[in-house]
């Protein structure tokens, strides 16, 4: 899976499942920067085939609905959607 790492304060292991052309995805990572934490994300619309395909059935472990953003924190927290209360309230 292609990933892109955005350095910042480890607050644990963030994954952001983003769409390139999301509103509510470019606010969330957005959000992420001015909190200045370390994650990773991956835009899923730009992914290929077998690797978009691998990329939505991990997505639905967390979110069977597989809605954009899709925020996982340590594979165990997930918060779906711009929430901008519950991340900042993940991450502090």
């Not at 910042?8 to 200045?36: D, V």
């Not at 997505?59 to 929430?83: A, E, L």
């Amino acid at each position: 899976m292609a990933l892109n790492h955005v350095a910042g304060k480890n607050k644990g292991k963030i994954m952001l499942y983003a769409l390139s052309t999301c509103g509510w995805c470019k606010k969330t990572k957005g959000l992420l920067n001015e909190l200045g934490v370390e994650y990773d994300y991956t835009d899923v619309d730009l992914l290929k085939g077998a690797e978009q395909e691998a990329v939505i059935k991990e997505i639905t472990k967390y979110n069977p609905d597989c809605n954009f953003p899709t925020m996982v924190i340590n594979s165990q927290k997930c918060i779906i959607g711009f929430k901008e209360d519950d991340i900042r309230e993940a991450l502090k």
